[in-house]
């Protein structure tokens, strides 16, 4: 049996919202298993129990910069320890000239854009510079540069801790921004369901098939309400089949169709997504409920 730490309860309620001692009982019947565990939860407390794509677990900005034709652009994450340095000028500044450069030079990685120029110093240079100057480190989280083969549109949302990078063809300037808005705010997880991770596909089929099986109900339509849940699982996290935000009586796709347009892909940035941002006195919590203090 696998010994279930505070830190691990801790990592499961920031992913799922469920309260401590459920947590904890879930990690005990997976045996430490973090990602049955996260199922064991979906099927007690259904949709509730996966909301670490929303979340933002820890501080910085999203920089994007764009070509003035939109056919080039870049996003980048810059991470660091606090909201407040966040909004430093200095900061900020350095997340948009990163973005420039990501866009006109396409570094391969991180570690290639760390090696760049960013006027006399390097990035890395500066980046340094900036920890001094400001006392907090500071990080390259990562980055996504886009060639168009229609045109580029961006938002950013949340004092830049949501960002998004949309290729749209076809439209106008309007219907672009709208999708991006859109992108930000449903957040998307692939432009249809071919784009949709397997693995992302079968979690949510073994959810369902658990919650089915609890119904009672025959094999045969145990099957079907399986079936159904996952079709109704991409259709909620895909953007064509989406209801588009300003006007839900139709899907983005069906907005596209009648604009005569067409979306060839998005980026999406949500400023430490996956990132844990500590937190000690959760862990004497913990601790305390567990009547281990």
Do not use: W
Request: glycine letters at 8%; charged letters at 30%; a neutral charge.
């Amino acid at each position: 049996m696998a010994e279930i730490t505070a830190s691990m309860v801790r990592d499961l309620r920031e992913k799922t919202d469920a309260p401590m001692m459920d947590c904890k009982k879930a990690l005990t019947e997976a045996d430490g298993d973090m990602t049955r565990a996260e199922e064991i939860l979906r099927v007690k407390f259904g949709s509730k129990a996966s909301k670490a794509a929303g979340r933002i677990a820890a501080e910085g900005v999203v920089g994007i910069a764009l070509a003035d034709d939109g056919k080039r652009g870049a996003m980048i994450e810059v991470n660091c320890e606090t909201d407040f340095v966040a909004k430093n000028d200095d900061f900020l500044a350095f997340a948009k000239n990163l973005a420039a450069l990501v866009s006109k030079q396409n570094p391969a990685d991180v570690a290639a854009l760390s090696g760049m120029r960013l006027g006399d110093e390097s990035v890395e240079e500066v980046r340094t510079r900036l920890v001094g100057k400001i006392g907090e480190n500071m990080s390259l989280r990562r980055f996504m540069r886009i060639e168009a083969k229609g045109r580029l549109a961006s938002y950013v949302h949340g004092g830049s801790k949501i960002g998004v990078l949309v290729d749209v063809e076809g439209g106008d300037e309007q219907l672009a921004k709208d999708l991006a808005m859109h992108i930000a705010a449903s957040k998307p997880k692939a432009l249809d369901a071919s784009g949709v991770a397997q693995e992302l596909i079968e979690a949510e089929r073994r959810v369902a098939a658990q919650k089915a099986a609890e119904s009672g109900k025959p094999a045969n339509i145990v099957e079907k309400m399986v079936d159904g849940a996952v079709q109704k699982f991409l259709k909620e996290i895909t953007l064509l089949s989406q209801p588009f935000v300003k006007d839900d009586k139709q899907t983005v796709e069906q907005l596209l169709k009648a604009r005569n347009a067409k979306v060839h892909g998005f980026t999406l940035y949500v400023v430490g997504e996956g990132l844990e941002k500590k937190k000690d006195d959760f862990v004497a919590e913990v601790m305390a409920q567990a009547g281990k203090s």
